[in-house]
């Protein structure tokens, strides 16, 4: 049983101090936003994360898991401090390390014995070695020689399913170059040690350059399937069947090959700009990584491209309800959705919206504030069908995958339907009255 500090309680701190708790460790989560740490303290949290409410409860009923606003009280109360602060892309790509190096130094300040310190937030290769000078710079002004080790921990959680990824890992990495913080990590992690999760212990650089080759190379996997499907609209073959036949090659794999309006979220985009910023900051290009990133924003803007050739001539006028505003179901999270660039991009061309998610319309009336006047932000599905011209489904939520196609129908003015999650067959939707049209199909 470990005594941990997770600092930061946003998507990854709630959901690692949440987890860690529940793996039967002593855990305090911080954060120097007093009113979020009253609502946690309450049991409200401030993300849409399936099953994290529940953990949250059981933990915090149990007295494994707290939450506080003194992070000088709580370094000096836990022989582990995870970081777990956000890494916002700054205007060039990089990771903005503000929030991280504050820590860092809070914690050189506060600190008063040997403690573990672990990078859990996203970071360029090189921050961990950051960490440790500004920790030093710190106790060096306080005349202090405290023995102190950084650990770099990434994490692999991905949104709508982080509690099952977090406690049942394809992998634990653990960068660091003291035996007695790999020991203190193994006893962090001991409930995953014991159920043979495969751990992999590394340097500090190579743990950090883990998570941004993973989630660049899934990016760009994303990437070539939809430029697979462009292709095979124009010739004429079905991309669902090419994906599908690709997919029993064990060498490639079936996940990730699913075809869509572009990738979004927190991670992916943010990622794969920041190993495309370390690779032309050190003279190797990341020719794949930035190719990944322009067809992605292309492939965000061919989805309005063909709302338009098959509505045409033109939009202006026309109404068109849009099913599915966050970057992927079972989940609140809007950042860098393509349904923003395709929800802005259909109004520009004149349209009107009607706009349903199932977790994200709060979201949505911020991230679409200048556009809000053109917008009705429905109360489900059927509302935003009501009056339209057609109907778009940008996000595969469950509820989507069984329409009632005949109220659907009646509800809309004219017959077009655009499912740019490829849900449905075609054939389904044809015979139920509908124009259909996919991705790649």
């Known amino acids: 049983m470990a005594n941990i500090a997770v600092i930061g309680t946003g998507y ?29 303290k309450k049991g409200i949290i401030p993300i849409y994360e399936p099953g994290l409410d529940t953990l949250l409860k059981r933990n915090t009923e149990a007295g494994r898991l707290k939450f506080s606003t003194d992070l000088p009280g709580a370094v000096k109360a836990n022989e582990v401090v995870f970081i777990a602060v956000g890494t916002p892309p700054a205007e060039d790509g990089s990771a903005d390390l503000r929030y991280v190096e504050t820590v860092a130094r809070s914690i050189g300040q506060a600190m008063e014995k040997y403690t573990v310190v672990v990078d859990k937030s996203t970071v360029p290769v090189g921050t961990g070695r950051k ?12 005349k202090l020689e405290i023995p102190f080790a950084v650990v770099s921990n990434p994490e692999f959680l991905r949104e709508g399913s982080a509690i099952q990824d977090f406690t049942h890992p394809d992998r634990v990495v653990i960068g660091c170059e003291h035996e007695e913080a790999r020991r203190i990590m193994k006893e962090v992690y001991r409930a995953l040690y014991l159920n043979e999760t495969p751990y992999i212990e590394t340097s500090l650089e190579s743990a950090e350059m883990i998570k941004y080759a993973s989630n660049a190379f899934l990016a760009v996997k994303i990437t070539f399937i939809n430029e697979i499907a462009n292709l095979c609209e124009k010739i004429g073959a079905n991309v669902q069947d090419v ?44 020719r794949l990584a930035e190719t990944a990133i322009e067809a992605n924003e292309r492939q965000k803007l061919r989805m309005i491209d063909k709302i338009e050739t098959v ?30 660039a395709i929800c802005r991009g259909l109004i520009e061309k004149g349209a009107a919206l009607r706009l349903y998610d199932p977790a994200a319309m709060k ?25 339209s011209d057609a109907l778009v489904l940008l996000t595969e939520w469950n509820q989507f995958r069984n329409l009632d196609f005949g109220r659907i129908r009646s509800l809309l003015k004219e017959n077009f339907f655009f499912d740019f999650r490829n849900i449905y067959k075609r054939e389904a939707v044809e015979a139920a009255g509908f124009y259909y049209t996919g991705i790649g199909t």
């Open 12 to 40: 990854v701190g709630s959901v690692s101090g949440a987890c860690l708790a529940d793996f039967g460790n002593h855990v305090t989560c911080v954060d120097n936003n007093a009113e979020k740490i009253e609502a946690l």
């Open 363 to 387: 979201e949505a009336s911020w991230r679409l504030e200048e556009v809000k006047p053109r917008c009705h932000f429905a109360p489900d599905e059927y509302d935003a069908a009501k009056g």
């Open 131 to 142: 960490v440790a000078a500004w920790i030093g710079e710190e106790l060096a002004a306080r």
């Open 311 to 340: 509505m045409g001539p033109s939009l202006r006028g026309k109404t068109i309800a849009i099913l599915g505003l966050a970057f992927k179901p079972n989940t609140d999270d809007m950042r860098e959705s393509p349904a923003i």
């Open 243 to 286: 994906a599908k036949a690709m997919g029993r090659d064990g060498r490639i794999g079936g996940k990730f090959l699913h075809p869509g309006p572009g990738f979004g979220g927190s991670c992916f985009p943010k990622d794969i700009r920041a190993l495309a910023r370390i690779g032309r900051d050190h003279g190797e290009a990341q």
